[in-house]
């Protein structure tokens, strides 16, 4: 039996506490707002947490800040809390990693724990979304829960889940790449000095173990032919785990089972080898990292044209910034932006086609593979989760269309950094 619970009705109801989620929940909260958030796993933060790639950016660009607002407040609250310094974002010409900043990611789940909570969202963690029914005034949800079946009545939707999946099952037309980028599963490797390998010898035995089936063409990671940059970052964010599909439970069950057998192949290889007899594991992330699966198919699409010349799209709510960086199973394509270009993101890609009351943000919002490869990291989620959360609050609120300005000007209010604003 599926139980309605009228207690649990909410205005706005946020799936997925990833970067883009829970910035729009918090949003959401912080302008009286009732609202749900819904995260299939433990905690929030996602890619941060989850995935532990705990290095959310990029916040800045060409030497000022183009993205602000609720996630860079708890970037900012993270450093404080564990004493470390703000990065120098002042080298414009930096490798793109070093404008990222490290963040403890068991403090800033904590943190975003408490911002919620303060700001009275109601938080559903392991739970998913079973089912949606359209109703007149808004939606009706079904949730999987511990406890079992139930459903929640929203008015409006967003969905942060990063794979479309609420926005799949309310009717959104989807939109899937034809070849899906490789996953990663982080891990931290200890026991050694990465200084003291020899890295041809070790280069030269890993190419024998690849043609013996002891290690995957994966293994070499962003690379393809070395193994230096698994070794110099002791396996953090390192490797490609391929023929993944995580669109659905199957799916990302293999994408998890493949990454743990990766991080095992990786390391039975390294015991093997000269100066690796004290290898140990120090952690691994409980998930592995998707970079894509399938995205809506919205008002506006930013496609490769758009963001390398960093178009000013007429409903710009934020910027991305990041190089293009598509994964294949062969290693990693990357372009720089050119100097000077900020992309923007529209509202209208956070938009479907078709459907109304349901808003997209995160990496499964409106793109082609290219861009989506650029726009689709942390702090640009998290800028996006933002300007939906603003957008949503506004259809609630207000019975008429969603004004751009009133979105725009509630953005600045709460910190946010809206394109072509002085």
């Excluded at 994408?255 to 095992?264: N, T």
Aim: hydrophobic share 40%.
């Amino acid at each position: 039996m599926i139980r309605e619970r009228e207690s649990d009705g909410v205005e706005i109801l946020v799936c997925g506490a990833g970067p883009a989620g829970w910035v729009a929940a918090l949003q959401c909260a912080r302008l009286g707002v009732r609202t749900m958030l819904v995260e299939k796993s433990g905690m929030p933060g996602g890619t941060t947490t989850l995935n532990r790639v705990a290095v959310p950016g990029i916040f800045h660009a060409w030497g000022r800040q183009v993205i602000a607002g609720i996630g860079w407040e708890h970037v900012l609250r993270t450093l404080q809390e564990t004493d470390q310094p703000v990065p120098d974002f002042s080298d414009i010409h930096a490798a793109h990693w070093k404008h990222q900043v490290r963040v403890d990611p068991t403090v800033f789940a904590a943190l975003i724990d408490e911002s919620i909570q303060s700001a009275g969202v109601l938080v559903r963690y392991h739970t998913m979304v079973a089912k949606v029914d359209r109703r007149d005034d808004g939606w009706l949800v079904t949730l999987c829960g511990k406890e079992g079946l139930h459903t929640v009545a929203a008015r409006w939707l967003i969905d942060t889940t990063g794979d479309a999946n609420l926005a799949g099952l309310a009717g959104v037309e989807l939109r899937r790449f034809p070849t899906l980028q490789p996953g990663t599963l982080v891990f931290k490797l200890d026991g050694y000095d990465p200084s003291a390998i020899d890295m041809e010898a070790l280069d030269a035995a890993a190419h024998v173990a690849l043609s013996e089936g002891r290690l995957d063409k994966g293994d070499f990671g962003w690379n393809g032919t070395s193994l230096r940059g698994l070794v110099h970052s002791r396996g953090e964010n390192a490797i490609h785990v391929t023929g993944i599909d995580a669109t659905d439970s199957a799916g990302k069950s293999d994408a998890e089972q493949r990454g743990r057998a990766a991080a095992l192949r990786v390391f039975r290889f390294f015991k093997s080898q000269h100066g690796f007899d004290k290898l140990h594991f120090t952690w691994s992330a409980p998930e592995c990292g998707i970079r894509d699966t399938r995205t809506i198919v919205g008002r506006a699409t930013v496609n490769y044209d758009d963001y390398v010349t960093g178009r000013l799209w007429d409903d710009a709510v934020c910027h991305s910034f990041y190089p293009i960086d598509l994964h294949t199973d062969h290693g990693l394509k990357y372009e720089k932006l050119r100097e000077g270009v900020v992309p923007s993101i529209p509202l209208g890609a956070m938009q479907p086609v078709g459907v109304e009351r349901l808003l997209v943000a995160g990496r499964c919002i409106s793109a082609d593979q290219s861009a989506h490869s650029a726009l689709r990291v942390q702090a640009s989620c998290m800028a996006m989760g933002q300007a939906a959360g603003a957008a949503a609050a506004y259809g609630v609120r207000e019975s008429e269309p969603i004004k751009l300005e009133s979105i725009r000007s509630t953005l600045r209010q709460h910190g946010a950094i809206v394109p072509g604003s002085r």
